[in-house]
């Protein structure tokens, strides 16, 4: 059995903190390019990038073709998600190569548990986002123009480059939504691949089945946050629909590639157990049930501060409802400790892989199987 | 006349308790739904004045044109006791109104809706009801300037006596609608009275009315209803109790078996939540080598004091704001109360802030637990004021820490300047300062440099030597929270921001927050609250005196400077009374805490002191010497406010809160008085001369700068500036319309206006 103690755990934390330490001193991109919310004075002034999956309306018009929204853009006009702009009949981003986040994570924090574990990964993060969610932890990314925050510049290339510095396994789209800065995740996770590295997408799944095709085959793995499985929450609650969510992890499942999804319960809102009860069943049933799904805990903050945290015991309950509609790597999220956080195999039901809150203390499968009955799980492990 | 005193006393009275119990009632209703933030009592007071001012000028004009004015009186006074109820369940649902999700905060937006909308019916009834009355009962000898000063008083009297009633007897023991029951008695009451048609039908009417109120009580509605409102206000979530305090509003809900505390409204703690109780101290515990004492501000029963006491060698004293919050955890956290009754913890119920002025006690780590400083309340704890005490306090080498919400993953422009700001403020105090990023930016303080470990590994080896098992607070997760890369990113971008001090009379982070807080609902507020941070001081000398002069340029230009220089003093007055009501109010809040509980005692005494100054200017009709020693007082009062400010009052509160009180509580019955006084002799001298639809002109021109005044002042004036500069700007503007009515006095011709205003109407009356 792999198992890590805490002396062998500390010092690789040390040593990759003192290597990320002294990395940092000579990142140039490190440093936020706006100081004080300015504009980059360290990126070139380019014109920005033009977009991707729109097409070209009479009268200067374009209509945005990347989300279900479909925005109809007029010119000098910017879409829902404020940083897709028309000038003059063409439609661009103006977010490509300007991440306003950058941070080194474990990837269990996105939360990946099937997917190379106890690696650290490279996060970036642009504003703007295409739903509005009134309990969003990154609302003050997520809701803003790119002009409003201060930005990095950090292109494709040079963003796989200090990945790879990093010694980080992987490179993750996510905080904001990464459906709005698609053109310069997938050129990121093309550059990313050519260095040998991976790519996550952390993503509301809004998004149309064109470019989530196209997305698919340029990342690796998928992390969905699934809202709700009622239309009324999105509609009130994310400004969103339920249905191309729907659609678009139907579409994961068609494709092969790797998706967990993340059901954040949020206390009156969707909590109650029979929604829980029909998204398991509609999980067995359309997807697989070796999809992982992560229940977490919501804490208030944003526009729905007069909601308590969530209850362990609602977790606990909607696991249990996971459990027993046939589910089989059903986890609880932001409740370090909690034997929710590990996963078990099917069949023999031991303890495959023990965790506490992102850091991993005991991993029993091999290549991709169970240590102890040879059960395969399903899961990118290597 | 004899036979009208008792229903003119009665209606008047009962016009004053309705006005200042309903909105005793609504601000503290406003307060909750606000999450406490003080903004909205200036908001509310604005709307409030407004609607009354149209409500008369429109009560004005009913009486200028009707003659049968019975009907819409007594009907009018139904519709009052009918409004307060009614408004009370508006504000409770005013979630469903608006159409939010239940959960959601309301934006900046919607509140000024709310309190646009909660006032207007009752306000318009109660200003109509004004005149009307007034009207009502004037005699032909004496004209409607006397009726309506007599009325002034009689109602000022009765919000006098409502204030009191409320704070003293009503609230400690009666729930918001059962007062608002006794007040749908009272107009219903004072309605009959003046429907009479004999003593006999009379008395059986209220006979009826009072089996009737007796029955509503016995059948424990008015109960039944309040709690049914906040159910619904609290909707999906069991309501275990609720209570007022004090200091607000305290709400106990229990969903799948966690309990939450929320405090106006926004939640203090749940329980059991061992991630924010492990958070709450052991980091600061853990940057002291040696701890052997503690102090805890707040959120102690809400896991807080049972993870300090891990530490079986410390002493543990506890400090919580509002006892009324440590008497509800004990009786419906079982586990909790039995914490409290460890021989290592000392509850100190009462404010930490008088409990450190006055202790002698030195600690070794002092934590303030407490939520964000998103009210002047809660930015009390994290003023430079209040840091300078806590250091007093601290034995050498001992740690200060606090939180507040940060964002791990980014931080925006505002949200780095709202932190840079408070680093700032506790580097003004303490040699060493140090941030923790995470969701919470926790901060360290101490007086002796070299003393706080600046990472995980210190912290960590301290976890060990201790033996502490923590499941969040631990070796495995620190490393994490406290990655190189995050602590580097956070000072960066602090030192980025140019930042002032957060103090009491300037509270900068409370603005800040409130600006957080803003730009969450849309980049239209978002630029609002922008703008008010960068506005000129030109705009503020504006905004304060164009209404002034565009009031009295055009009465000048109708050929009536003394008019305008009248009705101008009558502005300034009105703008100065309330600002000065809302300043009192403020510093309350600001250095005792609990303007929840006694705003009813300090508007009461502004009231009372209107009622007086009312009395007095009626002996003084007509006296114009008279009218510019209140103006002049009005100017004088402002300078001893700021005098009082700058004397270090926050010193006084400390030894002695009652004298504090009672300053604000003579302070403001002077304000009054003065107000009170110059309303009376200036609507004398106006009316004189001006015809019988200006009725209502002065009353209204009295509300109207009162609304505009405590809008600008408490959403403007005060967040840009504070307080201090805010009532300089006060003094400017008393002083100008003193330069006015000086200047018209000067000429002489007020009185030669009005000597030709009367002669004239004489001769219209005379040719008629």
Known sequence: METI?????????????????????????????????????????????????????????????????????????????????????????????????????????????????????????????????????????????????????????????????????????????????????????????????????????????????????????????????????????????????????????????????????????????????????????????????????????????????????????????????????????????????????????????????????????????????????????? | MSLQRGPALLSALSLGLSSLISQILLLREMVVVAGGNEICLGLMLSTWLMWVGIGSWAGGIVASRSSAIAIPLHHGYGLLGLAVPASLLMVRSSRFLFGVPWGQVLPLSQILLLSFLLSLPLCLVLGGLFVLTARHFSSPALGIAQGISSIYLGEAVGAFLGGILTTLLLLPYLSHFQISFLLLFLNLLVGLVLWRRSRKHLLASVSLLSLLLLLLFALRLPSLLDRRAWQWHWKGMELVTTADTVYGNLSLLRRGGQITLFASGLPLFSYPDPEAAEEAVHYALLQHPHPRSLLLVGGGVGGGLREALKYPDLKIEYAELDPQVISLASSFIPSEAEVLQSPQVEVRPGDALRLLRRTDRRYDVIIVNSPDPSTLQLNRFYTREFFQMVKRRLHPGGIFSFRLSSSEDYLSPERSLYLATMRRTVRSVFAQVVLFPGPKCIFFATSRPGTLQGDASGLIRRLRERGLQNLYVNSYLLPFRLHPTKISYLNRRLEAEPARINRDLEPVCHLLESSLWASQFGPGEKRLVSWLHRAPWAWGFLLLLLPLLLLVGAQAVRGSFPAGAILGSVFAGGWTSISLEIGALLCLQIYLGFVYRKMGLLLSSFMLGLGLGAWWGRRKQGSEGWLLICQATLVGLCLLFLSTLSGGPLELASASPSAIESFLFLFLLAVGMTGGMQFCLANDFFLRYRTRSSWGTPYAVDLLGSALGALLFSAFLIPRWGIVPSIWMLTALDSLALIFLCFAHGTGRVQEDLGRNISNSKETRDRR
């Open chain 1, 5 to 382: 103690t805490r002396r062998q755990f500390l010092r690789r934390v040390a040593c990759t903190s003192c290597t990320l330490a002294l990395a940092e001193l000579s990142l140039p991109l490190s440093s936020p390019a706006g100081k004080g919310g300015t504009a980059d004075p360290k990126g070139p002034d380019s014109p920005p990038a033009e977009a991707r999956y729109y097409r070209r309306l009479p009268n200067l018009e374009v209509e945005c073709q990347l989300c279900p929204r479909r925005c109809r853009v007029a010119d000098l006009e910017r879409g829902f998600c404020g940083v897709r702009e028309n000038r003059g009949g063409t439609y661009y981003t103006l977010v490509h190569s300007r991440p306003a986040a950058l941070n080194i994570d474990p990837i269990e924090k996105k939360p990946f548990f099937h997917f190379l574990p106890s690696t650290l990964t490279f996060s970036l993060a642009t504003a703007g986002c295409n739903i509005h969610c009134k309990f969003c932890q990154n609302w003050e990314l997520s809701q803003v123009r790119p002009e409003q925050i201060s930005s990095f510049y950090l292109p494709p290339a040079a963003a796989a480059t200090e990945a790879q510095r990093q010694s980080c396994a992987s490179i993750a789209y996510t905080y904001s939504e990464p459906v709005v800065f698609f053109e310069y995740m997938v050129d990121t996770a093309r550059a990313a691949r050519k260095k040998g590295l991976r790519n996550v997408v952390v993503t509301n799944a809004f998004i149309d089945p064109e470019p989530l095709r196209e997305l698919c085959r340029q990342v690796d793995a998928i992390k969905v946050d699934l809202k709700a499985f009622t239309d009324k929450f999105y509609r009130e609650v994310c400004n969103g629909e339920l249905k191309p969510v729907l659609q678009s992890l139907q579409l994961l499942q068609k494709h092969g590639i790797w998706y967990e999804i993340v059901y954040l319960v949020v206390p009156t809102l969707n909590d109650q157990e029979e929604p829980i009860r029909k998204m398991c069943l509609w999980i067995k049933r359309e997807l697989a049930p070796d999809v992982p799904l992560h229940f977490t805990r919501f804490q208030p903050m944003y526009l729905l501060k007069n909601l308590p945290p969530t209850p362990i015991e609602s977790l606990e309950r909607a696991r249990q409802i996971a459990l027993a509609e046939g589910l089989r790597f059903v986890y609880l999220g932001n409740v370090p400790g909690h034997e929710g956080e590990n996963t078990y195999c099917p069949r023999c039901r031991k303890t495959l892989i023990r965790r506490l809150g992102y850091t991993v203390r005991e991993n029993n499968v091999r290549k991709g199987t169970c240590r102890f009955c040879g059960e395969r799980i399903p899961g990118v492990w290597g």
